[in-house]
């Protein structure tokens, strides 16, 4: 049987939503009229979601169940969905309903135009608190001034993407993901559709502020080296101010201009400096980790279910 589309919800804790998930997605995919299936990838859930994603499955074929060995983020249980999907067009969405599944059509209208790549940009975004919107705000903007690939801004991972575009992101196997900025670095034909980002349909967000920063991270990391560049200039810069201050002090010593009382300069300046060279290491331990990351070649996830075929 062919498929046309596949939809891939990475599950983590979710057991609440997975029933809702299910009877939204097959209410709006029955109504486009063409062949589909719901990959649901189970990242390591504990709350009781890897039973019930085996009941729905049992009950659809048009469910296909892929369930991790532990919690892989849910970045790669993105990527886990890539590799299992079958359809013409792949479409990810959050399982916890904040994207509306009915979005799918309009997005699947966009592919239909012809573009390959159709985001969903967050207009409003309901029931989030000011700082995590506030935080997310600040992420999309600095992720686009200072990466070399121009990701949209307020656009999560919901998203069309043509059969095409999904078999060039399998190629790419880096290990430390950022799903959103890969699927803008392959170009292709992309268009953004706007809708309203709803609150979540049960239980309470996946995402504390640690992954959250570990994701920007890896944003910033994955497509840009500016954090190591920053080394650079700030070097100049001391450099240059030492350029012009050791000639002045010696004039100004010579002319008997002044006299310094140098102690609190100097911790001043060997402060400065020791930080900005910690800080400058510490940049280089993230890039030289995640080499030593890749450079083990471990498999990005390990699977105890997967479908056959
Ligand atoms: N998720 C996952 N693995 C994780 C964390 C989250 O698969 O380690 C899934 C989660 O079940 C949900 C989606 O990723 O379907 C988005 O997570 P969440 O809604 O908690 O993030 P938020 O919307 O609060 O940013
Ligand atoms: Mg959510």
Known sequence: ??????????????????????RRVKEVMDASG???????????????????IRELAQADKTIRPVIFARNFGHQVAVTAGWDYARGDAVVIIDADLQDPPEVILDLIQKWK??????????????????????TASLFYRLIYRITDVKIPVDTGDFRLMDRKVVNVLKQMKERHRFP???????????????????????GTTKYPFKKMFRL?????????????????????????IAILAIP??????????????????????????????????????????RLYDEAKGRPLYIVREAPED
């Open 1 to 22: 049987m062919k498929i046309t589309y596949s939809i891939i919800a990475p599950i983590y804790n979710e057991i609440e939503s997975l029933p809702e998930l299910y």
């Open 34 to 52: 063409a062949n589909w299936e719901l990959i649901l990838v189970d990242d390591g859930s504990t709350d009781g979601s890897t039973e019930k």
């Open 113 to 134: 135009e012809g573009y390959e790549v159709v985001y969903a940009v967050r207009g409003e975004r309901e029931g989030e608190s000011w700082f995590k919107l506030w």
């Open 180 to 202: 959103r900025g890969m699927s803008a670095w392959v170009g292709f034909k992309q268009v953004g559709v706007t809708y309203k980002r709803a609150a979540r349909f049960a």
């Open 216 to 240: 920007a991270l890896n944003a910033i990391t994955g497509f840009s080296y500016f954090p190591l560049q920053v080394a650079t200039y700030v070097g100049f810069i001391s450099a240059g």
């Open 248 to 289: 002045l002090v010696a004039i100004l010593r010579m002319t008997g201009g002044g006299s310094f009382s140098g102690q609190a300069t100097t911790l001043i300046a060997v402060l400065f400096l020791g930080g900005v060279q910690l800080i400058s290491l510490g940049v280089l331990g993230e890039y030289i980790g």
